[in-house]
């Protein structure tokens, strides 16, 4: 028995705009009732630590709560601009470091063809990043709000499956005291991963019908897309060829810790990576294992440098281990208008 993350996608296009930027300044989560105070205060400080250790600009208002769902899900509104306009904005956000110029100097000065002059989705703390202003929000009720970052708007919402629901599976959430049991899961590597993909690391293309359809429109990338190659020199979008993977740099270098990512109609997320547990991005839940993307080799990291976050100049600090946490109850979760939710299922 395993856990995959799948991805479902509705999509309503939104308008690039310079609204004020939101007020919260690094990660942030406010967490539902459901979630034990401990557990929260952990998500706070340990967990957005590793966040601010690592970049200037990751700022994100996420809320997080247990409910009635598969392993883990994220869900929040994107928003889509011109292949030029992202191409601007990514260059005037440059940092300078060395995986910005690479990146900037992988994207040509024309849309690739592959993309059929497609735009570009970004997520809205993404937007936020690359200083275009906040996006479109979510509230806990799956209803649109546009000032992520204010009381009741958030960038995207992150749902974890209840302890009972897991426990149902013969399986357990890991707090980070002690060794980690063999059947439990790491509720901060799922918080990791959902977070991520709020702040840009999910792909357009859909996995769950049985072919891979680009659940943006027609052909259009999401900002991570941009960066997906079969080979050097060889760019791809919708591909079922295994082994494609993220590079900052044409395809030269595998940017992601040597992980490829799923090409496969499977269910599986097409931004994730294919099974090893060593990436917080990787496309099953792992048990008796933790990821954090402090420590598990770079991969989201590069990622989210070369979508438009700037790292900080120096090294990441080292990773504290959560404390202790209680457990808790259910709660509910979700969002909508260029929706994108992502879901980890149980599966046979």
Do not use: W
Not at 82 to 110: E, I, R
Not at 181 to 192: G, K, T
Not at 203 to 223: R, Y
Not at 262 to 288: E, I, K, M, R, S
Request: glycine share 12%; hydrophobic share 35%; aromatic share 8%.
């Amino acid at each position: 028995m395993k856990i995959n993350l799948k991805h479902l996608a509705v999509l309503v296009l939104t308008v690039v705009s310079s609204a004020t930027l939101a007020g919260a300044t690094g990660i942030s989560y406010t967490c539902d009732a459901s979630i034990a105070t401990s557990v929260c205060t952990t998500l706070n400080t340990t967990i957005a630590g590793q966040y601010s250790s690592l970049f200037s600009d990751a700022n994100a208002s996420i809320y997080i709560t247990f409910g009635d769902t598969v392993l883990g899900s994220s869900a929040q509104y994107t928003n889509y601009m011109s292949y030029n306009t992202y191409l601007s904005v990514l260059t005037a956000n440059s940092s300078g470091d060395a995986v910005d110029l690479a990146a900037l100097a992988s994207l040509p000065a024309t849309e690739p063809g592959i993309y059929d002059g497609g735009l570009v989705e970004v997520s809205s703390a993404l937007e936020n990043a690359l200083g275009l202003g906040a996006g479109a929000g979510t509230n806990p009720s799956i209803g649109f709000c546009s000032s992520p970052g204010s009381s009741g708007c958030y960038d995207g919402v992150i749902t974890l499956a209840t302890p009972t629901i897991v426990a149902g599976y013969g399986r357990g959430y890991y707090y980070g005291s002690g060794l980690q049991p063999a059947n439990d899961f790491n509720l901060y590597s799922i918080v990791e991963h959902e977070t991520d993909e709020i702040l840009g690391t999910s792909s357009c293309i859909g996995t769950t019908t049985g072919s891979l359809v680009d659940n943006c429109g027609g052909s259009d990338p999401s900002a991570v897309d941009l960066f997906r190659y079969q080979a050097p020199g060889t760019r791809v979008l919708e591909s079922t060829t295994p082994g494609a993977y993220f590079s900052y740099n044409s395809g030269l270098t595998n940017g992601a810790n040597s992980a490829t990512y799923n090409t496969l109609a499977n269910g599986n997320d097409y931004a994730d990576f294919t099974q090893n547990c060593q990436q917080v991005q990787d496309a099953d839940g792992c048990l008796g294992s933790t990821q954090y993307i402090t420590t598990d080799g770079g991969a989201e990291v590069n990622i989210l440098d070369a979508v438009g976050y700037n790292q900080n100049e120096q090294g990441p600090s080292p990773t504290p281990e959560p404390s202790t946490l209680s457990l808790f109850a259910t709660g509910l979760g979700g969002i909508a208008v260029l929706l994108r939710r992502r879901q980890r299922e149980f599966t046979a």
